[in-house]
């Protein structure tokens, strides 16, 4: 099995349900990590035709993020997971939404989620 992931990808996006958040991007700081159970531990070839390219679930999670306003971290993060199913040999995914900036005397307040594609579809 081979797990690929991200940590800490840093975005502007604009998400809450705050007045204040309305039309103000703001920094988001999101991981995804993905299983891909069927992957061989060696490539059978040295090369990128072999192996999913971590620059597409880099790409995914950014585009989805900067996409358009979303309420809820909940929302943005079950996208990003559901989003990265769809990868080729990808059977699981977790996905981690922080907001660094919520609470003045917290780090950061997140959101996680964890899909597979038997769990698809389901509410």
Do not use: N
């Not at 996905?95 to 594609?117: G, I, L, M, N, Y």
């Amino acid at each position: 099995m081979r797990t690929i992931t991200i940590e800490g990808l840093r975005v502007l996006a604009q998400v809450g349900v705050l007045t204040h958040e309305f039309g103000a991007p703001q920094p988001v700081l999101i991981s995804v990590s993905v299983d891909m159970p069927d992957a061989a531990t060696v490539p059978e070839r040295d090369e990128m035709s072999q192996v999913l390219d971590y620059r597409r679930l880099r790409e995914l999670a950014k585009t989805e993020a900067e996409r358009e306003h979303t309420h809820l971290l909940e929302t943005l993060a079950g996208r990003i997971a559901e989003r990265s199913l769809r990868l080729p040999g990808v059977t699981a995914a977790r996905v981690r939404v922080a907001k660094p900036q919520a609470f003045a005397d917290c780090d950061t307040v997140s959101v996680e989620v964890q899909v597979q594609h038997s769990q698809r579809g389901a509410a």
